[in-house]
């Protein structure tokens, strides 16, 4: 069966897919989203919402100023010899442009986040603050009846449901029995979300990438662009050397008048390219990803198949965050990524043998970066988070939520370890006692004087940006000396992919020979990182995604001839 199709067919729902999709439309073209699973917002839906966008107009009406030529000099000292000039170019020429066209013409709005650190101070032309900004919170009740395909956040990292919208945000649950005012903040937070459960059975308060989702989403239906869920990718269809439309799942046929624009979510689910690409995978080791099942790699196994050629040599195949196993009863268990815990004062990090490896308030694409270095003779890549009783009751660990919320039925399922001495835990995580009762010995000498001096840790803006800025002198550092201690088992997973299809500055697919595809695109994970393999700052995957998309989109409609 074959459909007479639409000016531009768009595979896939996140971030990359529907800025591309509401550009496109906005620009006159019609516009076809198909999305393989249940549900619109794919991996964007549930991760942060943060955009990486020197230069930005957002961060500019906070009163900050940045130097795009400088972030250029920061993007080029962490990609290395994978820096693609022209797409660099492309990416930092049209962010700001981007932004200024969301929140213009859609419903996109963003929130300035001047305070937020590039990852790596050390580089030349890293920022202070200022180039990551968030999508802005939105009432979930403008999607109306479409609030039911909207991919919900990550379940793991919301309490009872409830989406934070912020680092800021979830100080108040940090500090709620210490602070009469973040008790009544936290208060009314529950009451409003206990409301919003009773009236409508989710969160309404729709924060971070949920909500970046959601507007994309709400602007996408506001200029009639067709979303057709349930509907996956199965072979891209060519005439001529030139991409044509889509065969789907259900055996349709769609045909596109201009072009096709993959923008899929990488791989992150793939076994068969995480065996090839993820060092780990090779060596017979878990990868635990949050990203939707459905995100298989389908659209570069497509494009592979009409000749496009796959970027599989950048240092790193996907952005590494150390991940937790949450139980689920008889089912498989859910993923926590650990965004906020390693940061804090009484917590570090110990590989399988008891001994720190890392800087735990790094990056967690650096932090995963670490464990793979650290166990990649062992085969199975791991280690664990320490905290004393201190630390965890005050901040958490992992899905274990701080005082008052009782952690007994975690240490029944497992998740959590406990020991009232450390050699006690060390058994409890088949460790050296010797090994762990040095580390902790070692380290808390360092931390009774405020310091790190192994690894460093507190030592960076970004580190103390996540840390607790009430504890001093340093908001990332505290003695592990309350027992009982306690463990969670960290294991490596992902924030996304960076090996993908290579594509140009317009977002055009290449084939082996360097050449353009004719009529297809690659947009977010479905093309090569822009960043080379690096992490930069917090939000790199959404910035480009929707700066591709826009750039894929206004391309096409220059081809197609209309105005831009």
């Known amino acids: 069966m074959s459909d007479p199709g639409a000016d531009v067919i768009v595979v896939g729902s996140g971030a990359g897919g529907l800025s591309a999709a509401v550009t496109a439309a906005r620009l006159g073209l019609s516009v076809l989203v198909i999305e393989k699973s249940g549900l619109v917002g794919g991996t964007t839906a549930r991760s942060g919402g943060v955009l990486w966008l020197p230069g930005n107009p957002v961060a500019a009406r906070a009163g900050v100023t940045d130097d795009v030529p400088a972030a250029r000099s920061y993007m080029h000292a962490m990609a290395g010899n994978c820096f693609d000039a022209e797409r660099v170019d492309a990416f930092l020429s049209n962010g700001p442009e981007m932004v200024d066209f969301f929140e213009r013409e859609t419903r996109v709005a963003f929130v300035a986040q001047p305070g937020f650190p590039d990852y790596n101070a050390d580089r030349p032309g890293a920022s202070a603050g200022g180039r990551s900004i968030v999508a802005a919170p939105m009432d979930g009740r403008e999607l109306g009846r479409e609030i039911r395909r909207l991919r919900p956040p990550l379940r793991e990292i919301t309490f009872v449901g409830m989406m934070f919208n912020a680092s800021q945000e979830v100080q108040h649950f940090f500090r709620a029995t210490r602070s009469l005012a973040s008790a009544l903040y936290v208060a009314r937070r529950l009451a409003v979300h206990g409301w919003e459960m009773l009236r409508h059975g989710r969160a309404m308060r729709l924060t971070n990438g949920n909500a970046l989702a959601a507007r994309l989403f709400a602007s996408a239906l506001d200029l009639g662009v067709q979303i057709r869920t349930g509907t996956g990718l199965v072979e891209l269809i060519e005439r001529g050397g030139r991409a044509v439309g889509v065969l789907t799942d259900g055996g349709e046929r769609l045909f596109a008048r201009h072009a096709v624009v993959l923008a899929a979510g990488g791989f992150p689910r793939g076994i068969a390219r995480q065996q090839r690409l993820f060092p780990h995978v090779a060596a017979g080791g878990q990868h635990l990803s949050p990203a939707p099942d459905s995100n298989q790699g389908d659209t570069l196994t497509a494009g592979e198949s009409i000749g496009a050629r796959v970027r599989d040599d950048l240092p790193n195949a996907a952005a590494w965050i150390p991940v937790s196993a949450v139980p689920r009863?008889?089912?498989?268990?859910?993923?926590?990524?650990?965004?906020?815990?390693?940061?804090?004062?009484?917590?570090?990090?110990?590989?399988?043998?008891?001994?720190?490896?890392?800087?735990?308030?790094?990056?967690?694409?650096?932090?995963?970066?670490?464990?793979?270095?650290?166990?990649?003779?062992?085969?199975?890549?791991?280690?664990?988070?320490?905290?004393?009783?201190r630390a965890l009751r005050r901040y958490g660990l992992g899905i274990v939520k701080p005082f008052p919320v009782p952690y007994g039925g975690w240490i029944r399922s497992g998740y959590l370890r406990r020991g009232r001495t450390v050699a006690e835990l060390a058994r409890a995580i088949a460790c050296e006692p010797a090994s762990l009762d040095a580390t902790l010995t070692s380290f808390n000498l360092d931390a009774a004087k405020g310091e790190d001096t192994q690894y460093g840790k507190g030592s960076t803006p970004y580190n103390r940006y996540l840390g607790d800025p009430g504890h001093l002198p340093n908001a990332c550092i505290a003695p592990l000396d309350q027992a009982p201690f306690f463990a969670v088992k960290l294991e490596m997973g992902d924030l996304g992919t960076f090996a993908g299809l290579a594509t140009d500055a317009r977002a055009r697919v290449l084939n082996a020979a360097g050449a353009p595809i004719p009529g297809l695109y690659?947009?977010?994970?479905?093309?090569?990182?822009?960043?080379?393999?690096?992490y930069p700052g917090g939000g790199i995957t959404l910035g480009p995604a929707m700066t591709f998309g826009y750039i894929a989109a206004r391309t096409i409609a220059s081809d197609a001839g209309l105005e831009n």
């Open 329 to 389: 009863g008889k089912g498989p268990p859910g993923v926590f990524p650990h965004l906020i815990d390693r940061y804090k004062p009484g917590i570090i990090a110990v590989d399988p043998w008891g001994r720190r490896f890392v800087n735990e308030a790094n990056s967690y694409h650096d932090f995963g970066q670490a464990m793979l270095e650290r166990c990649r003779r062992n085969g199975r890549v791991y280690a664990w988070l320490i905290a004393d009783h």
């Open 522 to 534: 690659a947009v977010g994970n479905d093309a090569a990182s822009v960043m080379g393999g690096a």
